[in-house]
């Protein structure tokens, strides 16, 4: 029957659509959608939560954790940096040397196998097993010095990348077991002479800790070997009278009258 002029005609009513299975949200990885075959698909990590290229002079890399490298390295929370680190550029001129590039080798080498394999990050475990096993000990030693010296310039407070409590604590217990460990059969006074001038760099008065290192370091320093150290640094500290750390090491020096 057809509707009269100018009325719609009549259709039946449009029914509601059949309900859909309630199929549990899973991303499409293949399979069919919603079967138990297909499993969701690897989310891209945000470009925070990947690892730092850390970039040395001889262009080996080493990939560390974010957060470790702004929370270790002050310097770093200054200078904001993308994917890549290159920590030869926070290093001033007089640290910037090939000793201080094989510090750096060995500290990131050792945050690489904290985030690989979960090592703690231990800085002179390795040179302190030379030390005990090695049948040259004349050689072992030198090399505790040079990777020991490199660390220090590398984590230097003002020319550095600076250093967190934790690895100034392990600077700390190792440069005793350097000073314990001289014999002057093997070495010249100039090795303690440059010893303790690297760990004026990363010296914090601040830490009672330290204060106490200090007089132990200048307590089993050879009295033979005092001069030659306290003019060492006097010079050091002339030539560079802005570095805090340094000065602050003389001033703990003077007031505790261990060097007049």
Do not use: M
């Given at each position: 029957m057809n509707p009269p002029p100018g009325q719609p005609p009549n259709l039946?009513?449009?029914?509601?659509?059949?309900?859909y299975p309630s199929y549990p949200y899973q991303p499409?990885?293949?399979?069919?959608?919603?079967?138990?075959?297909?499993?969701p698909a690897p989310k891209p990590a945000r470009w925070q939560d990947r690892?730092?290229?850390?970039?040395?002079?001889?262009n080996v890399v080493f990939h560390c954790y974010r957060e470790d490298i702004l929370f270790h390295f002050p310097a770093t929370r200054q200078d904001p940096f993308g994917r890549?680190?290159?920590?030869?550029?926070?290093?001033?001129?007089?640290n910037n040397s090939p000793v201080a590039h094989a510090g750096l080798r060995l500290i990131f080498r050792l945050f690489e196998q904290w985030r690989l394999r979960g090592t703690p990050v231990r800085l002179f475990d390795r040179v302190a097993d030379l030390l005990d096993r090695s049948a040259d000990?004349?050689?072992a030693y030198y090399d505790a010095c040079r990777a020991?010296?490199?660390?220090?310039?590398?984590?230097?407070?003002?020319?550095?990348?600076?250093c967190s409590d934790e690895l100034l604590r392990q600077v700390d217990e190792f440069v005793l077991v350097l000073m314990q460990g001289y014999d002057p059969a093997y070495n010249s006074p100039a090795v303690l002479v440059g010893l303790i001038n690297a760990?004026?760099?990363?010296?914090?008065?601040?830490?009672?800790?330290?204060?106490?290192?200090?007089?132990a370091v200048w307590r089993a320093l050879p009295l033979y070997a005092r001069s030659a150290t306290a003019a060492d640094l006097w010079g050091r500290t002339a030539a560079a009278p802005k570095t805090s750390s340094r000065s602050a090491f003389m001033r703990?020096?003077?007031d505790m009258s261990l060097m007049v």
């Open positions: 039946p009513p449009i029914q509601p659509p059949p309900p499409y990885s293949g399979g069919y959608y919603g079967s138990a075959a297909a499993t690892p730092v290229e850390v970039v040395l002079p001889d890549r680190l290159y920590p030869t550029t926070y290093l001033a001129r007089p000990l004349r050689r020991f010296i490199g660390v220090c310039a590398a984590l230097d407070k003002e020319w550095g990348l600076g760990y004026s760099q990363v010296f914090q008065p601040s830490t009672p800790r330290h204060v106490q290192t200090v007089r703990i020096l003077r």
